[in-house]
Nanobody, 119 residues
Framework: QVQLQESGPGLVISSHTLTLTCTVS??????????WSWIRQPPGKGLEWIGD???????YYSPSFKSRASLSRDTSNNQFILHLSNVTPEDTAMYFC???????????WGQGTQVTVSS
């Protein structure tokens, strides 16, 4: 059973960089032809895809976040990481990590972590 757990600060100051880590258990992030996604949901809005990192380490970003987002991974700890720079209060959201099993299909999700950006 694959499990994902997000971790990071609950509160970030405007203009700073948000860093979130997703720790994966029950499967390796470097095998199985899977991708690994970051997705967020602002209050009262729908899900927003931020980006993916493949099992080979290739990265793919939503045009909405490409200028500010950076995905990386720590293979020794089976983690993948989101850096989102120059945050504003509009980046306040619940942030999720998920496994990408097919194009646009995330089959395992973390429980999410709430991030609030203060001005």
């Amino acid at each position: 059973q694959v499990q994902l757990q997000e971790s990071g600060p609950g509160l970030v100051i405007s203009s700073h960089t948000l860093t979130l880590t997703c720790t994966v258990s029950g499967g390796s992030i470097t095998t199985g032809y899977y991708g690994w996604s970051w997705i967020r949901q602002p209050p009262g809005k729908g899900l927003e895809w931020i980006g993916d990192i493949s099992y080979t380490g290739e990265t793919y970003y939503s045009p909405s976040f490409k200028s500010r987002a950076s995905l990386s991974r720590d293979t020794s700890n089976n983690q993948f990481i989101l850096h989102l720079s120059n945050v504003t209060p509009e980046d306040t959201a619940m942030y999720f990590c998920a496994r990408l099993s097919a194009p646009s299909r995330n089959d395992y999700w973390g429980q999410g972590t709430q991030v609030t950006v203060s001005s």
